[in-house]
């Protein structure tokens, strides 16, 4: 079966009208049509209620959507690793959870594309649940979050200690700081955990993310108080636009890089496993760059 049956049919369930639909593909409607009249006629079974002006996907249809998106994004990335050329006889495919990115990836994946030259790397950000379902249906090779993956096909060590620390936009002592514009930053499970423990008494933050460069880029514009990686946070406390305000709340967080046990590019994991256990947290290029300026 043509993976283009199939991508007409995700674009179909997707506008919920044909015309569209074979639009957005460059072909005409009636080639659309034909494609899911060969699907239907594949599996035999009605994929869409035709109304005039109103296309829903039937029960089967509903069925079909997530093994179509499955089949799809396999092929594709089928592909794209067969031609690849004699240079780059591997490709990797990685992803980290928002968080693992602005704490150690954004460098760290610098380090790793000077290194493996001649290697062929595809890199995502993804849900913790994502990454792990990712692994275990082979469609990611390499998996980065602040917690370990505890399945037993998954393998998962620490790779990296990046330190957080408390900063704020202005010099304040450490309970006014937490009592004003105080932002939440999603750092993991254990985390979380242990900030329950250390702060039980501040109020409800005026923003949570998983995300440490909304955070920062909130604290720049609006004024705010976070935990955020030391190291990326360095260049604006080199230029007082955030504020240190206790050595004594950092702590440092473990980073879990995940894999499977099976996977037929183990010696290539395990070389960047090994690269990436000597990497030092450092801040991203760009934000580098802002904290300078």
């Known amino acids: ?30 080639a659309a049509s034909a494609r899911i009249k060969q699907l239907e006629s594949f599996y035999n079974v009605s994929l869409f209620n035709r109304d005039r002006n109103n296309i829903k996907l039937t029960s089967a249809g509903e069925r079909l959507l997530v093994y179509a998106e499955q ?11 067969l ?36 290697y062929s790397f595809s890199v995502e950000t993804l849900g913790r649940e994502q990454i792990v379902r990712s692994l275990l249906d082979r469609t990611l090779d390499l998996g980065v979050t602040f917690d370990p993956l505890k399945t037993e096909e998954i393998h998962s060590a620490i790779i990296a200690k990046p330190e957080l620390v408390l900063v704020s936009s202005k010099l304040q002592s450490k ?4 009592a004003d514009n105080y932002i939440y930053v999603d750092w993991g499970t ?5 900030h329950t423990e250390r702060h039980h008494d501040i109020p409800p ?17 609006k004024g705010g108080t976070a935990y955020l990686p030391r190291a990326m946070v360095e260049p604006f ?13 950092s702590w440092l967080r ?10 037929p590019n183990i010696d290539a994991i395990q070389n960047l496993e090994r690269l990436l256990t000597q990497t030092e947290p450092e801040a991203a290029f760009v934000i580098k760059q802002a904290g300078e300026s």
Do not use: C
């Open 1 to 30: 079966m043509d993976v283009k049956v199939f991508q007409t049919f995700l674009e179909i369930a997707k506008e919920r009208h044909f015309g569209r639909a074979a639009n957005n593909l460059y072909i005409t409607q009636a």
């Open 71 to 81: 089949i799809v994004q396999t092929i594709v990335q089928s592909k794209s690793a």
């Open 83 to 118: 031609a690849l050329t004699q240079e780059q006889a591997i490709q990797l495919v990685l992803a980290g959870t928002p968080n693992s990115w602005d704490a150690f990836l954004h460098n760290a994946f610098g380090v790793i594309s000077e290194t493996f030259a001649g």
């Open 175 to 178: 309970s006014q700081a937490t």
């Open 190 to 194: 254990r985390y979380a955990i242990e």
């Open 205 to 221: 933050p005026v923003l949570r993310t998983s995300n440490g460069r909304i955070a920062l880029d909130f604290m720049l514009q």
């Open 237 to 249: 406390l080199e230029s007082s636009q955030l504020f240190l305000l206790s050595e004594d709340d």
């Open 254 to 263: 473990p980073i879990y890089l995940s894999y499977r046990k099976n996977s």
